[in-house]
């Protein structure tokens, strides 16, 4: 009697409601700012957290070396030493004020690119990656095309526009995420501050880092600014609190220091992120096994962006198990519900649990008899 009542209690459904249920997110307070085009998005679900006029196609000055930076650390090794070639040499615009003759890794440039915003690294890297600008163009295009950026079209390595050079802030925000999923890349746009070889001079190159918002905003793990006549003011910043990351990209933005702070801080007061992470749930109680228990769990992960008010309704359904129980077998079921959607995942037993033999069954028999007689 008791073994088929603890069979009943875990085949119940066991519901668990946290904070109300939301349905619909309500647009509130949203940030009044300067920018023409403007897009926030977090940046493992790309949700868009904000937006204005997202898909328009705009000029996108330096934020260009976003996937300049990205095509040369794909396919380049960073340590290798380059002789700065002479096209490089006197580039109009923002500089790392390259000579000729000089000798500089990879990296090195790379800092140049994103941290100076050299026009002269660009196209020494364009070089070293692909033989000459114009293949390097075409790369950069080609990977566009492979993200899915639509909406985008370079004919430079360093964001001079040379012909059709456009993108959205859709598109930027999402060639910004899929870059900041490299360490080095990351690596690269938070320094504040890098000492690079002058291998022409007795001294070091100090390279600044032009983004203020590593400075003004606390979370904030830079990425590019970028400026030209056409273009006007274009920022493009990553800023992560509590493991949830936003990407916010503002182009012709007068005022875009204080744009990307005030739709951030929009982001961070009126969102999270809720995930489901690999991972142990509790136990199962096994029948006809070595083991009483087996530890279950879920091997899924994913992530939602909900409303700050608001966490998903969950239901966990378990019950017995018979021996033998593999490793990943599945012994239940996860239920969120979320936004009046529904998200089903397995739970699997993260251990195995083999079955009592004969000679096992008899010493328990055995066993009881003792108590009893006691």
């Not at 904070?19 to 940046?43: H, R, V």
């Not at 163009?137 to 004919?155: I, Y």
Request: aromatic share 8%; with cysteine; glycine share 6%.
């Amino acid at each position: 009697m008791k073994a088929r009542a603890f069979v009943l209690v875990f085949a119940l459904i066991i519901t668990t409601t946290f904070g109300k249920i939301c349905y619909a997110n309500e647009k509130k307070n949203l940030p009044q700012i300067s920018s023409k085009s403007a897009i926030a998005i977090e940046w493992v679900t790309r949700k868009i957290l904000f937006e204005k006029n997202k898909d328009l196609k705009l000029p996108m000055a330096s934020t260009t070396k976003i996937m300049t930076a990205i095509l040369v650390l794909e396919n380049c090794d960073v340590n290798k030493e380059i002789e700065i070639p002479p096209q490089a040499v006197g580039v109009p615009g923002s500089s790392m004020y390259l000579e000729k003759g000089e000798k500089l890794k990879i990296i090195d440039l790379l800092y140049g690119l994103m941290l100076s915003s050299g026009n002269d690294a660009a196209v020494a890297l364009a070089i070293a990656t692909a033989g000459d600008v114009i293949r390097f163009v075409n790369l950069m295009n080609k990977k566009a095309k492979e993200l899915g950026l639509s909406n985008t079209v370079f004919s430079s390595p360093h964001g001079l526009e040379q012909g059709e050079h456009y993108t959205t802030a859709h598109d930027l925000a999402k060639l910004a995420a899929y870059a900041m999923r490299n360490p080095i890349f990351r690596q690269i746009v938070k320094t504040t501050e890098k000492e690079v070889p002058w291998t022409t001079r007795p001294y070091n190159r100090i390279l600044k880092n032009k983004n203020k918002m590593l400075r003004l905003y606390p979370g904030a793990e830079g990425v590019k600014t970028g400026f030209t006549k056409k273009a006007g003011r274009c920022l493009v910043t990553s800023a992560c609190r509590d493991d949830f990351r936003v990407i916010c990209v503002v182009l012709n933005a007068p005022d875009m220091w204080n744009d990307t702070r005030k739709i951030l801080d929009y982001c961070y007061s009126n969102f999270k992120v809720i995930k489901l992470l690999p991972g142990e749930i509790g136990y199962v109680k096994v029948k006809n096994g070595k083991s009483d228990w087996v530890k279950v769990g879920t091997t899924y992960q994913r992530y939602w962006v909900v409303d700050l008010n608001c966490l998903p309704k969950i239901e966990v359904l378990l019950q017995v198990a018979e021996a033998p129980i593999e490793k990943n077998k599945v012994v239940g079921g996860l239920n969120l519900y979320l936004k009046g959607e529904k998200w089903s995942f397995p739970i699997v037993a993260l251990q195995e649990c083999q079955r009592k033999s004969l000679w096992d069954r008899i010493k328990e028999k055995l066993f009881e008899k003792r108590m009893r007689q006691k």
